[in-house]
């Protein structure tokens, strides 16, 4: 019976991923493949090599990535693992052991005690701030009377299949985790987090731009309003 599907995301990331495939503990799950988007760079090529099947994503975005990976699955449990160095892959047995504690979501933090971020000892740290704003309103909005949400829009998760049909998420590229956030927010979702050690990129390139990411994720908030409960 396949209970847990890790669903690994991939836009040319074949330095990550040579990087952690002996890292990721492949034996915890029950089910595992990539979601990839037209790789030029060996990533497909790699994965077959480890027989890690591929499904092929044919619009860019990590929303569009969820999307496909949801309709892949064939676990209750679906974890998400981005192999671009930021996330640990010791965490994956984590988050299923908090998947089959009963929460819904299950979010990996870099602003709980003991944790790490990224930005963690640069002076300016735009990124954790604009993430921590974000988060606020979040909290100040959809979350209240329930425990804060410290990271809502850390893609290292995972989330039970249906909490994820439930939520109908229709954002596009990189606001789908701050959606499903919210959107667990207000359907009273029980969401849970855990301190995670967020490392530097490992080769490739990072194709979330600050400004266009930051507007899209305004644009996805207001439209939670809107759209009320
Ligand atoms: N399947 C899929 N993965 C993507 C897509 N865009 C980015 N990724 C992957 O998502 C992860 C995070 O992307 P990245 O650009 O590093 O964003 P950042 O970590 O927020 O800077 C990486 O593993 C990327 O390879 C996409 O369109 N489809
Ligand atoms: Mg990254």
């Known amino acids: 019976m396949v209970r847990t599907s890790l669903i690994i995301l991939t836009r040319n ?3 990550g991923m ?3 495939l002996s890292r990721i503990p492949f034996t915890t799950v029950d089910e595992y493949f990539l979601v ?3 790789s030029t760079d060996g990533t497909v090529e790699l994965a077959r090599k480890h027989k ?3 499904v092929a994503q044919r619009h860019p975005g990590r929303a569009e990535a969820f999307r496909i990976a949801a ?4 676990g209750n449990y679906l974890i998400f693992f981005s192999p671009d160095g930021n996330e640990d892959p010791s965490d994956i047995p984590k988050i299923i052991r908090l998947l089959k504690k009963g929460n819904d979501l299950v979010i990996a933090s870099r602003f709980l005690p003991g944790s790490r971020n990224e930005e963690d000892g640069q002076t300016f740290k735009w990124r954790a701030w604009a993430n921590m704003g974000f988060t606020l309103l979040a909290n100040l909005l959809f979350n209240r009377g329930r425990p804060y949400v410290t990271d809502s829009i850390n893609g290292y ?3 039970t299949k249906s909490a994820f049909g439930k939520l109908g998420l229709d954002a596009q590229g990189f606001a789908v985790e701050f959606q ?3 959107r667990a927010m207000k359907a009273e979702l029980a969401i849970t987090e855990f301190p995670t ?3 530097p990129r490992i080769g490739g390139q990072s194709t979330s731009y600050a400004v266009p990411t930051g507007l899209k994720f305004v644009y996805y908030f207001l439209r939670e309003i809107f759209i009320g409960v």
Not at 71 to 74: E, I, K, L, T
């Open 36 to 38: 990839d988007y037209r």
């Open 180 to 182: 499903m956030t919210i």
């Open 197 to 199: 050690l967020e490392g």
């Open 13 to 15: 990331e074949v330095s």
């Open 18 to 20: 040579k990087a952690m």
């Open 71 to 74: 309709d892949n699955a064939r």
């Open 157 to 159: 998760r995972g989330i």
């Open 52 to 54: 890690i099947p591929v």
